[in-house]
């Protein structure tokens, strides 16, 4: 058994909610301190909203505790407002935790940010060593890695420029570039892949893996399960501030996905799921090691298998695309479906999906007669990465991914 | 392997002692000075971003520096000299008046740009950590930039009116030393108070022109009754302008009892300022995020 380098023992926070407010004024504070004279110092009232403990407060997190050993990629997983980034923001001191302790042994770096510090009116070079700095490097460091920081965010040609005139993009690019230089023994990572275009996503990834691989020990936080599938060899499951599961990653991530199937109440509540199931869905064709990343712009197949338990006559089956601000990209219904019991795989032969790289979900719904028999938002996102094809500032990439022809002729009609 | 808690029975090896230890912390505990000197060059860094900020933003720059403190000088010796007659210790008003201004417009600025540093670096707060207390500091030490335009100023005024500086002017960095320690422990306190309370950021117009007013930059302190002076000390600027002006003009008598008063209670500001900023530092987070 490898050194430790993160351990965690009953971490908990607790916030105190009901305040509209974050902060307080001169006035509620004297009105506070008239209407209840001994609950005025700040102690008292800790003490007091203690006591009343679940009314006034409410536990980001309660009673975590891992050890991860020197050298692990550890996966953090859970739903929005599961405690995640609390987690990681103690681990990183930025905020303290109520109860618990944390040892961590060696430099950490924290990255729950792109470009954290960055001025808009100040140049990428000025930017750089204050971002530098912010992280925790020293000025001999930077200047150290300064070729390579900049070449990694390949904005060589606007270092002088101030990051204000920056796409979105570069923004990104520069800012991970320096934090991806940070050389910490410990990293801890929170979703920062989630912006930039699928290239430099990849980019990322790949650099993080290198952190990895040098024996570092990461923690990374993330939505997407296929990253959090590759990278991490193991993974926690936080679930409404509670430790669900940890363990290797793969059985890890199939209970949360399985969990996250939002069929749960439906089900259970009506005939949905009893007579039939989504099982899963991946692209068969073109084949590839990640059968939820497509990487082709041209013919495709997607399949979703289901799992039906009572014959079904004259069904239709539904599916369709939406794109992360949950736009609708497509939709097709098929119908007159007969289907005995067994588990059953619904091929989409489709020409291509000419769509601008990034993250997309299908959803799929199967009906009889009029009812919902089962409807499922697939897990994992499908992600499209291909190369980009359409201008390259991001907020003008639109939607597809289309090449242009294009060319000048004289217009002989006007 | 090693996520599950069973790991920890397999320690047979004797383990380092960990780099960062992260708990509760409860009641006072003062400020870690080897972890401020470690973050040292992010007080440099955010002191130059403060700087380089203000003056790209401003069309004419770092002109401002110089035409402000002016200004109010001119200004300053046509009402308060010229109309009010105000005595000045021997010294042509002009030079009273910015010998005064030198140190006051340090203080005034770094308590005001002090007083909203930690709300206007929310980000960074909410997202890096390092010692709190580097945010208002810096914002102190950026307003020293000003203050040494101002200084080169006051000496092309010295020269101007064929004034030079006594024996005295060796006690100047004492002053100004004095005149840090001030503007820091105010800067702590109000920054760290206006994040619970934002009627602190509301005031602050209000209470540096109060704090002006009793503060001897307009009119020499010999205008107190001799019997107030000790206790007019207890407004540590007090001393400070005092002794810059004595320092730099020889106006005045050399600073006396007052002197002490107002050095003690700058040295007071400063430490609780510290004390008071630290045990607040660890809830910044959850008010400000």
Request: aromatic content about 10%.
């Amino acid at each position: 058994m490898a050194a430790v380098a993160v351990r965690a023992e009953g971490l908990s926070k607790r916030y105190r909610i009901g305040q509209r407010v974050p902060y307080k004024t001169i006035r509620e504070t004297l009105a506070g301190a008239i209407s209840a004279p001994f609950r005025w110092s700040p102690t008292i009232l800790k003490r007091s909203a203690a006591r009343n403990g679940d009314q006034n407060t409410i536990w980001a997190l309660k009673d975590i505790s891992f050890d991860i050993g020197v050298g692990e990629v550890v996966g953090l997983i859970g739903r929005n407002g599961a405690g995640k980034s609390t987690l990681l923001k103690i681990l990183s001191r930025i905020t303290e935790p109520t109860e618990g302790l944390a040892q961590l042994y060696g430099r950490v770096g924290s990255l729950l940010e792109v470009g954290t510090g960055f001025h808009p009116e100040l140049t990428g070079r000025e930017n750089v060593y204050l971002n530098g700095a912010i992280l925790g490097m020293k000025r001999f460091e930077i200047d150290r890695k300064f070729d390579d920081i900049v070449a990694f965010a390949e904005t060589e040609k606007f270092l002088d420029t101030p990051v204000k005139h920056y796409s979105s993009g570069m923004f990104m690019r520069l800012g991970f570039a320096v934090a991806a230089h940070l050389d910490p023994e410990i990293l801890l990572v929170d979703e920062v892949l989630a912006v930039g275009d699928v290239a430099f996503q990849r980019k990322c990834l790949d650099k993080i893996r290198d952190v990895a691989r040098s024996g570092r020990t990461v923690l990374f936080v993330s939505h997407r399960m296929n990253s959090v599938r590759t990278l991490c060899s193991h993974s926690i499951w936080l679930d409404a501030g509670h430790m669900r599961m940890a363990g290797p990653t793969p059985e890890v991530v199939n209970a949360y996905e399985a969990s996250l199937t939002p069929v749960d109440s439906e089900r259970q509540t009506a005939h949905h799921g009893s007579i039939a199931q989504f099982r899963g869905w991946e692209i068969v064709e073109p084949r590839s090691e990640q059968p939820h990343v497509l990487e082709t712009q041209g013919p495709l197949t997607v399949k979703v298998v289901v799992e039906v338990r009572a014959p079904i006559r004259h069904g239709v089956h539904a599916i369709s695309l939406w794109n992360t601000d949950d736009v609708l990209i497509w939709g097709w219904a098929t119908d007159g479906i007969d289907l005995p019991p067994g588990v059953h795989a619904f091929m989409c032969d489709l020409p291509g999906l000419p769509l601008k790289p990034g993250a997309y979900s299908w959803r799929v719904g199967l009906y009889s007669d009029g009812y919902l028999l089962d409807r499922w938002h697939c897990v994992p996102q499908m992600i499209i990465a291909t190369a980009a094809l359409g201008d390259r500032r991001d907020e003008w990439s639109g939607l597809l991914n289309i090449p242009c022809g294009f060319h000048v002729v004289e217009d002989r009609h006007s | 392997m090693a996520v599950l808690e069973a790991t920890r029975e397999q320690q047979r090896y004797p383990e380092p002692a960990p780099t960062v230890v992260i708990r509760p912390t409860r009641g006072w505990a003062f400020l870690d000075v080897r972890e401020l000197w470690a973050h040292n060059e992010l007080i440099y860094f955010l002191a130059a971003r403060n700087i380089k900020v203000r003056y790209k933003q401003a069309a004419i720059g770092i002109v401002w520096a110089v035409l402000q403190p002016l200004a109010m000088m001119a200004v300053f010796t046509l009402f308060f000299g010229r109309l009010a007659n105000l005595p000045s210790a021997g010294v042509p008003y002009p030079l009273f008046a910015f010998a005064g201004l030198l140190p006051w417009q340090l203080f005034s600025r770094a308590i005001t740009e002090s007083t909203s540093s930690l709300i206007m670096h929310q980000r960074l707060i909410t997202r890096v950590y390092f010692p709190r207390i580097i945010i208002p500091m810096s914002v102190t030490l950026a307003a020293l930039v000003d203050f040494a335009i101002s200084a080169v100023l006051l000496l092309g005024l010295m020269l101007a009116f064929g004034f030079r500086p006594g024996a005295a002017v060796v006690w100047l960095p004492v002053f100004v030393l004095l005149l840090l320690l001030t503007a820091f422990g105010v800067g702590f306190w109000l920054s760290a108070l206006n994040v619970e309370f934002r009627d602190v950021a509301q005031a602050m117009p209000f209470l540096s022109q109060l704090w002006l007013f009793v503060t001897p930059v307009v009119y020499p302190s010999s205008l107190v009754p001799a019997q107030w002076r000790v206790l007019y000390g207890l407004n540590p600027m007090a001393g400070v302008v005092e002794g810059f002006r004595w320092a730099l003009l020889g106006a005045g008598p050399a600073p006396g009892p007052m002197l002490l008063v107002s050095s003690a209670v700058a040295v007071g500001l400063f430490v609780s300022g510290i004390a008071w900023f630290h045990r607040r530092e660890r809830t910044f987070v959850d008010v400000v995020g």
